[in-house]
Structure formats: structure tokens, C-alpha cells
T-cell receptor, first 119, second 114 residues
Framework: GAVVSQHPSRVICKSGTSVKIECRSLDFQATTMFWYRQFPKKSLMLMATSNEGSKATYEQGVEKDKFLINHASLTLSTLTVTSAHPEDSSFYIC???????????????FGPGTRLTVL | AQTVTQSQPEMSVQEAETVTLSCTYDTSESDYYLFWYKQPPSRQMILVIRQEAYKQQNATENRFSVNFQKAAKSFSLKISDSQLGDAAMYFCAYRSKGAQKLVFGQGTRLTINP
């Protein structure tokens, strides 16, 4: 149980284009999803927290207009990197927790990550 | 704000031996959760073990166990009978009872020597 998927696993795009990354909870309803960025050999940096049906809460220093997050359903959250530039190249990871009362409410389960390369 | 510190950037152990990864944290709270996550070369974060602060008993999952010292704010991970598949980055993480966010340590890269 508690499986989270991400799509695509890898994406290469040209500078100036937008890229959408999907995060899905496959066997549970995720009321809260998280988006992280990870640089090589570094820890995870939380970008934003999204709750289903409401606006995402961004961490300090993360540009809201550049990293658009939508959590339209209990099983899907999307991260759109708008007008991507080479410095946005990174490994993006999502995670999810189950709603209140579920067995996974206090544990984040992670997707496999998406490697974004902006040329 | 809470902080998590993993003071060992790298560790290595012989296959079948036991290794302990250190983690300390700073908090003024009394109720919280602690986690160890494993990130193998595939980069998929995998939950290894979790501990609830109000439980005094140390959590155990097969070959993985923790030494939770609440007063010392220490949460070390012991891996027994190390296997080649245990090679990975290991992250210690803290979560407040009433919060959603995880606070991660810097990670420890574990190498298993055959």
C-alpha cells in the first residue's frame, strides 16, 4: 500500500517552455501533497505544501508564479515549471499523506522523482 | 524552528556487519514523529522506520532498529547484518505532531563493502 507515482520520470525541454509534472497517490486518498527539489548529493528542499481543493503554501524563496501547483483531486497534484531556464534543472520529488483517520496520516510516502533538464 | 543534524556525511561497513547512523535534532516540543528514509541510487525515497516520540519503546523493522533517546534528542539507526542492497543515502527526518512538513537532515551516504 501507500504507493505514489510521478510522471514523467525524465523530461528535457528548451529554455522558455513550460513543463508539467504529475504526482498521483495510487491506493490512498492524499489530502496533502508536497513538492521537493533535490540537488545532487544534497538533502530534499521543500518547495510547497498543497492541500486538496485549496491553494498551495509555498516555502520562503520559492517563486509562486514560476512553480505552479495544483491539487485538484484527492489523488492528483501537478507541478508546472513555467518559462523554464537551465537553473531550474533539478530532481523534483513529490510526496503524499493520507487524510485524517487513515493509517498513513503521519507518514509521507514519496514518488520516484522527475529529472528535469532545461537546455 | 526544529533542526535535524546528521553528523556523518559518509559511512561504510562490511557486508554482514552492523552499522549505526547518527541523528540528532533540536526541538522544544514533547510530541512529534521521527523517521528514517532510504534513498538508493534509483532516488526513490523509501520509508525505513518511524518512531512516535511518546512511545518509549524503540521501533524495529526486521534488520533495522532505532535507539531513541528523547532526553538527549538522539535518534540513531542501526542496521544489522548489512546487505549490499542497503547501500544508499539515509535521511533522518522530524515532524511535529501538529504540522505537516518534514524537516530533513543532511543525509548519510552508506557504502556496503563486499
Amino acid at each position: 500500500g501507500a504507493v505514489v507515482s510521478q510522471h514523467p520520470s525524465r523530461v528535457i525541454c528548451k529554455s522558455g517552455t513550460s513543463v508539467k509534472i504529475e504526482c498521483r497517490s495510487l491506493d490512498f486518498q492524499a489530502t496533502t501533497m508536497f513538492w521537493y527539489r533535490q540537488f545532487p548529493k544534497k538533502s530534499l528542499m521543500l518547495m510547497a505544501t498543497s492541500n486538496e481543493g485549496s491553494k498551495a503554501t509555498y516555502e520562503q524563496g520559492v517563486e509562486k508564479d514560476k512553480f505552479l501547483i495544483n491539487h485538484a483531486s484527492l489523488t492528483l497534484s501537478t507541478l508546472t515549471v513555467t518559462s523554464a531556464h537551465p537553473e531550474d534543472s533539478s530532481f523534483y520529488i513529490c510526496s503524499a499523506t493520507e487524510g485524517a483517520g487513515g493509517p498513513s496520516t503521519d507518514t509521507q510516502y514519496f514518488g520516484p522523482g522527475t529529472r528535469l533538464t532545461v537546455l | 524552528a526544529q533542526t535535524v543534524t546528521q553528523s556523518q556525511p559518509e559511512m561504510s561497513v562490511q557486508e554482514a556487519e552492523t552499522v549505526t547512523l547518527s541523528c540528532t535534532y533540536d526541538t522544544s516540543e514533547s510530541d512529534y514523529y521521527l523517521f528514517w528514509y532510504k534513498q538508493p541510487p534509483s532516488r526513490q525515497m523509501i520509508l525505513v522506520i518511524r518512531q512516535e516520540a511518546y512511545k518509549q519503546q524503540n521501533a524495529t523493522e526486521n534488520r533495522f532498529s532505532v535507539n531513541f533517546q528523547k532526553a538527549a534528542k538522539s535518534f540513531s539507526l542501526k542496521i544489522s547484518d548489512s546487505q549490499l542492497g542497503d547501500a544508499a543515502m539515509y535521511f533522518c527526518a522530524y515532524r511535529s505532531k501538529g504540522a505537516q512538513k518534514l524537516v530533513f537532515g543532511q543525509g548519510t551516504r552508506l557504502t556496503i563493502n563486499p
